[in-house]
Every structure is written in C-alpha cells, then in structure tokens.
C-alpha cells in the first residue's frame, strides 16, 4: 500500500473515532436520559458521569493532534478498558466497546507506526 493511501486509511479511521467519541461525550455532558440511566445502574453519579465526558473530549483532541497522538491513544485504551471492565461487572454487552478498542488499536499502529515498533519491538522501517 502506498504512503499516501496508509496516510488516507489513518486518517479516515481517526475521523471515524473521533465522530464515535464526540457523540459519547457529547451525550455524558449533556445528562442524555439513556444515558444517565445507565450510568446510574452501574453506581456512577450525574458528576462523575460528566467528568468521564470531559476526560473523553480532552483524550480524543490528544488522540486527533499529531504530535499528542500517542497519549491520547494510550488515554482511549484506559478508557476504553475501564468501559469493558465496567461493563463486565454489571453483566452487560462488551462488543461495541471492545469492536472500538480493536479500532483505536490498528488506527494507532497506522497513524504512529513508531508505537507499532516500540510495542512489537520491531526494527524501524526505513
């Protein structure tokens, strides 16, 4: 695959992520009904819930910004995991989040090819 097309690929995912993190964000600071609901039944307070919302933004405009790229990745994992793990002890569906967590995964390694290398301990592609 072409380095233009690789870059296009990252990119087109990142958008894609990025549109599904807005819109969980957007709907944990705007106290959705549904979602609110949901977040009561696993224990989380109204608070709480909008402070996930604002981690949620600040990581994903790390993840978007080039340069913070790799934190912001490494923040949506986090997040993403404790999504799962919360999800889990309250016998709930974990296949979107987990479908997200793979997402972010292959963005990442496309995008930061550096990370790819440094997790996979890989000599660098010249």
């Known amino acids: 695959m072409s380095q233009k ?9 990142t958008i894609i992520l990025a549109l599904v993190f807005t819109m969980s964000a957007f709907m944990k ?4 009904e549904t979602a609110l609901a949901q977040a ?8 709480t819930y909008q402070f996930i919302g604002i981690i949620e933004i600040i990581s994903l405009i790390l993840f978007i910004v ?3 790229g790799i934190l912001g990745t490494l923040l949506l994992v986090a997040y ?9 002890q309250h016998q709930q569906p974990i296949a979107m989040a987990v479908i997200f967590q793979m997402l972010l995964w292959i963005t990442a390694f ?4 550096e990370l790819k290398q440094r997790i996979f301990l890989t000599k660098k592609v010249q």
């Open 5 to 13: 097309a690789i870059k296009i690929t990252g990119w087109t995912l």
């Open 29 to 32: 600071l705007t106290q959705n």
């Open 40 to 47: 009561s039944s696993f224990g989380i307070d109204t608070t």
């Open 66 to 68: 080039p340069r913070t």
């Open 80 to 88: 993403l995991g404790g999504a799962i793990v919360t999800h889990l």
């Open 110 to 113: 496309i995008r930061f090819p």
